[in-house]
């Protein structure tokens, strides 16, 4: 099971930190991502990371504003969110799955999912 955390309302310009902690089974040797899902939109690929956090992988609107890690001691995928905009307010989704290749955008090919994490950033 995964589970989502760090969500909340935040202002334009705002930070927020994203965890998604996983239990009942150890996903280290999973690849993992993150998605983000706004009200009347398909749910869009974010950021991901390779089992041994050694590869990261970003939508390329996102990137240099969003990091991806994990700590896998932790058994926890972070998403370090910067420069927040309005357009960013989504549910926030991880997934995670042993056998895909890191990277893969397609969240039809992520297993395990987690509840989501509302993000709301007012402008």
């Known amino acids: 099971q995964l589970q989502a955390s760090g969500g909340g309302l935040v202002q334009a310009g705002g930070s927020l930190r994203l965890s998604c902690a996983a239990s009942?089974?150890?996903?280290?040797?999973?690849?993992m991502g993150w998605f983000r899902q706004a009200p009347e939109k398909e749910r869009e690929f974010v950021a991901a990371i390779s089992w041994s956090g050694g590869s990261t992988y970003y939508a390329d609107l996102l990137k240099g504003r969003f990091t991806i890690s994990r700590d896998n001691a932790k058994n926890t995928v972070y998403l370090q969110m910067n420069s927040l905009k309005p357009e960013d307010t989504a549910v926030y989704y991880c997934?995670?799955?042993?056998?895909?290749?890191?990277?893969?955008?397609?969240?039809?090919?992520?297993?395990?999912w987690g509840q989501g994490t509302q993000v709301t950033v007012s402008s």
């Open positions: 997934a995670a799955d042993p056998t895909i290749v890191a990277g893969t955008r397609d969240f039809q090919l992520y297993d395990y």
């Open positions: 009942g089974r150890t996903f280290s040797s999973y690849a």
